[in-house]
């Protein structure tokens, strides 16, 4: 085996066994095929990143196919948002479209199949139902409308689609075998009576199919060559394929279903249903809260389409499921980001610095670069002035030789600044530190080209000039759940394992430079973490959120 034939993944090697046994390559065709009833998340961008990359690799057309077959919970609202956010993926469909395009076709086929003694209506309750297909050990038991004549059952199937009935009063089922080995074979339902207003169809369906029995004649009427769903439909694949036979005309393609291993992320869930449920019982502040693994939460948070697609293909297509630990994820943002977030300067928990001996009315503008470490980012002008903010966290009054930032007695360096020394402090009541009282060395500004400038100290902090600063309000989430699996405890409910810190507001100071900055523009704060521009950001209010610390938790597990 060649080495390219090693990487692929197995999608690809069905693929290309299909194309080796005769598929001609200009048949292959993809599809994503999302249910619009709810917004998508991390999980589904791995379907995303596969489905749109198997085009991308067979020069092949996706159609984008909504699966909108259950008005009680689909929404345009969903619909538009899923388009966008394909979109800013970076992926690109040849067809928009949706089951519901469908509807008539699929009735007549059901017509058909009720024609030809393969599906009956069925007035059971779905209670009574249940216990007649009996458990994966147990055949199931025949329902006593299993025999009803052909006329019958067209007139009962007209009369459901004419409204006549109440919902959960009759179903179309289909007649395949009661005691097949694969329960989804044992007599599934095609149709139910649900009447409710569809966002497309408005009110001219009352019965509407089931996802079975849409799925593969969608793919089917659509020639979609191999059709590629998560691991719980491995089992539903027999039933894909009698439906399919149930129409299949020998002179079109006929799809495959293939399954993989759905993405599971630990410290959050996946199930839209409970991520719905965070939303309106109001944990999170909607479908985007930064906290949410939406695609639309992490891209508020910050996150970028590359880091997300590159996040899909080092975690790979699994035949099992398994849990990908957050870590690579952040770990993927944080190495695209440090590529191409411009460095900046804010502090968030500031102590005021007065410099002694620098003029009381004096400023200047330092030119500083965005990235001291790559070329292509440029610079913008600093300003710089008697009276800085730097980190609490960096000065201490003592501290053991291993302290490398401000304390009593020493130097550190500002960053694109001059060298300074703490020479006293002054204190609350409390005790706490509200003011540090330092002098600089007017000949070490950093590129100067002085000998002073040349002068090596250990540690180099950044500020921000208390006159020129910029207030900002400033959201440093972290993981909304504090257990590694929420929803993996069957006796206790996945809420209670809610991070009570996963937001934290705090009121900090920007450079001056950042009151330009647009929504979801991407900075490195410097020695602090990767930060995003907020949709609330105002003319009169900044908000940052904090994406990812500096520290790469992932990069440490490797080693």
Request: glycine letters at 4%; aromatic letters at 12%; a neutral charge.
């Given at each position: 085996m060649s080495e390219e034939k090693k990487s692929l993944n197995f999608i690809e090697q069905i693929i290309e066994e299909d194309l080796a046994n005769g598929?001609?390559?200009?048949?292959?065709?993809?599809?994503?095929?999302?249910?619009?009833?709810g917004y998508l998340h991390i999980g589904h961008a791995a379907s995303i990143?596969?489905?749109?990359?198997?085009?991308?690799?067979?020069?092949?057309?996706?159609?984008?196919?909504?699966?909108?077959?259950?008005?009680?919970?689909?929404?345009?609202?969903?619909?538009?948002?899923?388009?966008?956010?394909?979109?800013?993926?970076?992926?690109?469909?040849?067809?928009?479209?949706?089951?519901?395009?469908?509807?008539?076709?699929?009735?007549?086929?059901a017509v058909k199949l009720i024609k030809e003694g393969k599906a009956y209506v069925d007035d059971q309750s779905s209670e009574e139902m249940a216990k007649q297909k009996g458990t994966p050990t147990e055949v199931g038991t025949n329902s006593p409308f299993r025999n009803r004549s052909v006329d019958e059952n067209m007139d009962l199937f007209l009369r459901m689609k004419n409204g006549e009935f109440d919902e959960g009063s009759h179903v179309l089922r289909a007649k395949i075998d009661m005691e097949h080995v694969n329960m989804h074979m044992r007599d599934p339902i095609m149709y139910r009576v649900l009447k409710k207003h569809h966002h497309r169809t408005g009110n001219d369906w009352c019965i509407y199919p089931m996802y079975d029995w849409t799925h593969g004649e969608s793919d089917y009427l659509e020639q979609v060559s191999h059709s590629i769903c998560t691991l719980e439909f491995k089992s539903h694949r027999d039933l894909y394929d009698w439906y399919v036979d149930q129409v299949y005309d020998a002179s079109l393609l006929r799809p495959k279903q293939r399954e993989f291993a759905r993405r599971n992320l630990s410290y959050t869930v996946m199930s839209k249903r409970k991520l719905l449920q965070l939303v309106e019982d109001g944990v999170v502040n909607g479908w985007d809260d930064p906290r949410m693994p939406t695609i639309s939460g992490l891209r508020r948070r910050g996150y970028?389409?590359?880091?997300?697609?590159?996040f899909s293909d080092i975690a790979g297509i699994a035949k099992r499921d398994n849990v990908t630990d957050v870590a690579?994820?952040?770990?993927?943002?944080?190495?695209?980001?440090?590529?191409?977030?411009?460095?900046?300067?804010?502090?968030?928990?500031?102590?005021?610095?007065?410099?002694?001996?620098?003029?009381?009315?004096?400023?200047?503008?330092?030119?500083?670069?965005?990235?001291?470490?790559?070329?292509?980012?440029?610079?913008?002008?600093?300003p710089f002035s008697r009276e800085i903010y730097i980190?609490?966290?960096?000065?201490?009054?003592?501290?053991?030789?291993?302290?490398?930032?401000?304390?009593?007695?020493?130097?550190?360096?500002?960053?694109?600044?001059?060298?300074?020394?703490?020479?006293?402090?002054?204190?609350?009541?409390?005790?706490?530190?509200?003011?540090?009282?330092?002098t600089y060395d007017e000949d070490?500004?950093?590129?100067?080209?002085?000998?002073?400038?040349?002068?090596?100290?250990?540690?180099?902090l950044h500020w921000v000039s208390v006159k020129h600063a910029e207030k900002a309000e400033v959201r440093v989430y972290d993981r909304l759940f504090s257990d590694e699996a929420p929803d993996g405890h069957k006796e206790k409910d996945f809420k209670e394992f809610l991070n009570p810190d996963s937001l934290n507001t705090i009121n900090a100071f920007v450079e001056p430079s950042l009151k330009s900055a647009k929504?979801?523009?991407?900075?490195?704060?410097?020695?602090?973490?990767?930060?995003?521009?907020?949709?609330?950001?105002?003319?009169?209010?900044?908000?940052?959120?904090?994406?990812?610390?500096?520290?790469?938790?992932?990069?440490?597990?490797?080693?």
């Open positions: 598929l001609p390559k200009d048949k292959l065709r993809f599809r994503f095929p999302p249910e619009p009833n990143c596969l489905n749109f990359g198997l085009g991308l690799k067979y020069n092949a057309p996706v159609n984008l196919r909504f699966d909108d077959t259950n008005p009680t919970k689909e929404e345009q609202e969903y619909v538009d948002a899923i388009q966008y956010d394909v979109k800013w993926l970076g992926f690109k469909w040849d067809k928009v479209l949706y089951s519901s395009n469908y509807f008539q076709q699929l009735f007549d086929w970028s389409p590359e880091s997300i697609r590159n690579l994820l952040e770990h993927c943002v944080k190495d695209h980001l440090n590529k191409t977030a411009p460095r900046v300067m804010a502090v968030l928990n500031p102590v005021k610095v007065v410099i002694t001996n620098y003029p009381d009315d004096k400023e200047e503008f330092l030119d500083a670069n965005y990235n001291d470490y790559a070329e292509g980012f440029g610079s913008r002008p600093v980190e609490k966290e960096d000065f201490r009054e003592e501290a053991n030789k291993k302290f490398f930032r401000l304390k009593l007695g020493k130097e550190v360096r500002l960053k694109n600044a001059y060298i300074i020394k703490a020479e006293s402090c002054i204190k609350d009541d409390n005790g706490e530190v509200t003011e540090i009282h330092c070490s500004l950093s590129g100067s080209g002085s000998e002073a400038s040349k002068r090596k100290v250990k540690g180099t929504n979801l523009d991407r900075f490195q704060f410097q020695r602090l973490g990767y930060f995003c521009v907020d949709k609330d950001t105002t003319e009169d209010n900044l908000v940052f959120n904090r994406t990812v610390p500096l520290r790469d938790s992932w990069a440490k597990m490797e080693k």
